[in-house]
């Protein structure tokens, strides 16, 4: 077996460095989940929220792009009530993790509350598979625990630079029901799962770089991906805006708002801008209602907008 590199072939058995990291980062997150799983579920929690803590308010990993972000977005807030905002998605990152990993399926089940069924039935009901229009908002892997639920969801996933870890965690995603998509294979899968009138998720909050569209988020221009409004309008396929906000209990509420369905509109970008407004009016509703459980850490501007001048 061989890996292309540029200037020529490499065999893989030259490249052991990568597979060796890949086996020692592995063994270490395995580790640290055995010993947290060992711990009371409070002090688990605690170890977390202070790990998350610590690296990202005290060390600062990301916290300058989190407030210059929140700084651009909210002019008007304090720095107290910017550093509040960052704290608390420090902690919901420890919650989600705790939940991802560490929590059984039944206890998550019972941590979750639902909210807006209906608009996902009468999408359903149409027979032609449905979008959840979703973001990195509170903790979206929970949307694994959904087919308990009675909800049918596959997911779409990049695939991880270490494979171990990739395999791992969509083992978890998938031990419901939940179906995985991998981002590389593309539309040929996505269709599928619509024809078994299964609802596919899709992350619609991230940075889509030169091919995007862009437009206004938040204030400031950001690349859009065109996915979710162009498989609604060729194939037909009602939108359901989804989100997982973490309540002040901290359970897990998803709301499910009214499906998005153009019939009259064509397949044009004029008309995918038209479909994206009204998606993004949701989640920018969503934000500015709980600023704290959106990911302000990740580059959601970039290519379009120097949000850390």
């Known amino acids: 077996m061989v890996t292309e590199e540029k200037g020529g072939f490499i065999k893989d058995s030259q490249v052991p460095n990568k597979q060796i990291q890949n ?3 592995y063994l270490g997150f395995r ?15 605690s170890v977390l929220k202070g790990l ?5 308010w005290v060390i ?14 909210y002019p008007d807030k304090s720095k107290k009530e910017k550093a509040e905002i960052v704290k608390k ?6 919650l989600t993790v705790y939940e991802s990993y560490l929590m059984d399926d039944d206890t998550l089940y019972k941590n979750i ?33 959904l087919p308990k639920a009675g909800i049918p969801i596959s997911g779409i996933a990049k695939p991880q630079r270490n494979t171990l870890f990739d395999n791992y965690t969509n083992a978890i995603r998938e031990r419901c029901g939940m179906r995985i998509i991998n981002m590389k294979r593309g539309l040929r899968d996505i269709i599928h799962e ?4 299964r609802i596919v998720a899709i992350l619609i909050d991230q940075n889509a770089g030169s091919s995007g569209l862009v437009m206004d988020f938040l204030g400031f221009p950001a690349s ?3 996915g979710v409004a162009k498989l609604s309008l060729r194939y037909k396929i009602p939108i359901v805006p989804s989100f997982a906000r973490r309540a002040e209990d901290d359970r897990i509420q998803f709301e499910f708002f009214p499906p998005i369905l153009h019939e009259e509109l064509e397949d044009t970008e004029e008309n995918y801008k038209i479909v994206l407004e009204e998606v993004d009016k949701i989640l920018e509703n969503q934000i500015h209602k709980h600023p704290e459980q959106w990911f302000w850490v990740h580059l959601r501007w970039k290519h379009s907008y120097n949000m850390l001048a």
């Open 23 to 25: 086996k020692i980062e």
């Open 31 to 45: 580790i640290a989940i055995a010993g947290l799983k060992l711990l009371p579920a409070k002090a688990a929690k």
């Open 52 to 56: 998350f803590w610590f690296g990202g």
């Open 60 to 73: 600062g990993i990301r916290k300058y792009v989190a407030l210059k972000q929140l700084s651009k977005v």
């Open 89 to 94: 998605l420090y902690r919901n990152m420890a």
């Open 113 to 145: 509350r639902i909210q807006g069924k209906e608009y996902i039935d009468n999408a359903l009901s149409l027979n032609r598979g449905v979008i959840f229009a979703t973001a990195h908002y509170g903790n979206w892997e929970a949307a694994r625990i």
């Open 194 to 197: 619509f024809k078994e009138n």
């Open 224 to 226: 859009h991906w065109k």
